[in-house]
C-alpha cells in the first residue's frame, strides 16, 4: 500500500492503522473501473490486431465515462460522511484520517482514469510505454511521499499518492494518444461533477437537520445521496443516452439470454 512503510517509520501506529482504513473504504471506488478494464483488454486486443481503429477510440472514451461514473460522487461522499463513516463502521479512532479519505477518493478518480487508459495502452501491444509511465509515478510517490509526511503529516502521503497517479494517467493518456485518436469525454465528466454537486447540497442539507448519530442514519442518508445522484444523472440527457441507456440494455439483455438458458435447461430436462 502506497505510503504505509514510510508513515510507519515517520509516524506512530495509530497513523498508520487510521490510513489503512481509509485507503480499503476508497478501494470499493475502483470495482467498476477494474471490471470494465478487464472486459476491455482482450476486446480492445482483438480490434487491434484486426485495424479497427475507429471501434477502439469510440469504446476507449464510453469506457473511461463509465468509470468515472461512480468516482465522482464518491468525492462529494467523502466530504460529507467521510468521518461519520470512519466512526461508525470503524470506530471514533479512526475519524482522524477523514481528510485522508477524501484525498484518496481524488486519488481513486484518477485511478479509475488511468484504469481504462493503462489497459488500452497494453491492449495495443505497448507494455513498455505501461511500465514507463508506472515507473515514472512510483518515483514521483517516493520522492514525495517522505517529504510530505515530514511536512504536513500522513495525509502528505495521501497526497503524494494522487499526484503520483495523475502523473501515471497524463503519461498514459499521452502514450495511447501517439496510437489511437481517442478524447476524454469532458462533457460527461462535467455532468457528472454537476449532479454530484447538487446531490451533495441535498444530502448536506438533510445531514444538517437529521444529524447521523447510528449506523442506520447513515446507510440511509448515503442511499438517500445515491438515488439523487442517479436521479439528476438520469434526467441529463448526455448522461442518460451515454451511461444510463446502454446500461439498462445490458442488463436487460443479460436478462433475457439467462432467462432462455433457463427455458432450454427446463425443456432438455423435460
Known amino acids: 500500500m502506497d505510503g504505509l512503510c514510510l508513515i510507519g517509520f515517520f509516524l506512530v501506529q495509530s497513523y498508520v492503522s487510521a490510513y ?33 481503429a475507429k471501434q477502439i477510440e469510440s469504446t476507449i472514451s464510453t469506457a473511461i465515462g463509465f468509470a468515472v461514473f461512480f468516482s465522482i460522487p464518491a468525492v462529494v461522499g467523502a466530504v460529507i460522511y467521510g468521518s461519520d463513516v470512519l466512526e461508525f463502521l470503524f470506530g471514533p479512532e479512526y475519524v482522524i484520517a477523514s481528510l485522508v479519505l477524501v484525498v484518496l477518493m481524488i486519488e481513486k478518480f484518477f485511478q479509475s482514469i488511468n484504469d481504462i487508459v493503462g489497459v488500452s495502452v497494453r491492449a495495443i501491444n505497448r507494455p513498455n510505454l505501461a511500465a514507463k509511465a508506472t515507473v515514472a509515478a512510483v518515483g514521483v510517490n517516493l520522492v514525495l511521499s517522505p517529504i510530505l509526511i515530514v511536512t504536513i503529516g500522513f495525509v502528505g502521503a495521501a497526497v503524494a499518492t494522487t499526484v503520483s497517479w495523475v502523473v501515471n494517467a497524463l503519461l498514459q493518456t499521452r502514450y ?43 446507510v440511509l442518508q448515503v442511499l438517500l445521496g445515491g438515488l439523487l445522484y442517479l436521479a439528476f444523472s438520469v434526467s441529463i440527457p448526455d448522461v442518460r443516452h451515454r451511461i444510463v441507456l446502454p446500461v439498462v440494455r445490458l442488463l436487460a439483455s443479460r436478462y433475457v439470454s439467462d432467462e432462455r438458458r433457463s427455458g432450454r435447461g427446463q425443456t432438455s430436462d423435460k
Do not use: C
Not at 27 to 52: C, E, G, H, R, Y
Not at 186 to 192: D, E, R
Open 20 to 52: 489503512e482504513v481509509a485507503w480499503q473504504v476508497t478501494l470499493l471506488v475502483l470495482m467498476f473501473s477494474k471490471s470494465i478494464s478487464l472486459t476491455l483488454f482482450p476486446q480492445i486486443s482483438q480490434w487491434n490486431a484486426d485495424s479497427s
Open 176 to 218: 495511447l494518444g501517439r496510437y489511437v485518436d481517442f478524447s476524454i469525454p469532458y462533457p460527461l465528466i462535467g455532468w457528472f461533477t454537476l449532479s454530484s454537486v447538487a446531490m451533495g447540497v441535498v444530502v448536506y442539507g438533510v445531514k444538517t437537520q437529521f444529524p447521523v448519530d447510528t449506523v442506520f442514519s447513515l
